[in-house]
């Protein structure tokens, strides 16, 4: 049984520059919820994708968009880099159940130059 | 954005000592969650509560949800090497998709 899984596991961009990165969720799971982590810091969440559309957003910038595909997989795009934007990104997997927790894949660390 | 206060930051303990380590927070939680994350890794979750004043444990983890729904403790019993890691706690609103983590508690362990 496949848990989450994210793909690029690194990434070098630089200021200005687009990224996407993507999320397989656990089997069996419909939910996919994105986060940014910084170093040294806990992890902030961005936003939810449920039925291929964004349920709940947090407080970041229209640069971060998402997408959620028909097999439940998910995008985050970030457009404009900003230096600040250097960070691990988490994506968590759950089922659209009260009380299902969320399961996080192993993260893509972002670094902007 | 919103954090849970979590402490200590960080404790240096030798191996088979007790760990204990809280969170509080201004908001009320319908749960609370505890994950420890390694270097590289992604969080992984520990224990999940759901019910003011449960006490749950998960081995050698007992973490219980506070009364007031403000407020939660995790307690590692007997530290062994590969409890080295950074905790996190997170609470869920009611109704709410989001997780809100602390900041971590880096658990370092001499032999």
């Known amino acids: 049984d496949a848990g989450v899984t994210q793909s690029p596991t690194h990434l070098i961009k630089t200021r200005g520059q687009q990224v996407t990165l993507r999320c397989s969720p656990k089997s069996g799971h419909d939910t996919v919820s994105w986060y940014q982590q910084a170093l040294g810091q806990g992890p902030q969440f961005i936003f939810q994708?449920?039925?291929?559309?964004?349920?709940q957003r947090g407080n970041f910038p229209d640069r971060f968009s998402g997408h959620q595909f028909p097999n439940y997989s998910s995008e985050l795009n970030v457009n404009a880099l900003l230096l600040g934007d250097s960070a691990l990104y988490l994506c968590a997997s759950s089922l659209d159940l009260v009380g299902e927790t969320q399961y996080f894949g192993p993260g893509t660390r972002l670094l902007v130059l | 954005g919103q954090q849970l206060n979590q402490s200590p930051q960080s404790m240096f303990i030798q191996e088979g000592e007790d760990v204990s380590m809280n969170c509080t927070s201004s908001s009320i939680f319908n749960t609370w969650l505890w994950y420890k994350q390694d270097p590289g890794e992604g969080p992984v979750l520990l224990i999940a509560l759901y019910k003011a004043g449960e006490l749950t444990s998960n081995g050698r983890l007992t973490a219980q949800f506070g009364i007031t729904r403000k407020d939660s403790f995790l307690n590692i019993s007997a530290s062994i090497p590969s409890d080295v890691g950074i905790y996190f706690c997170?609470?869920?609103?009611?109704?709410?998709?989001?997780?809100?983590f602390g900041q971590g508690t880096r658990l370092t362990i001499n032999p």
């Open positions: 994708y449920y039925e291929e559309e964004e349920r």
């Open positions: 997170a609470g869920q609103e009611q109704g709410a998709q989001k997780l809100v």
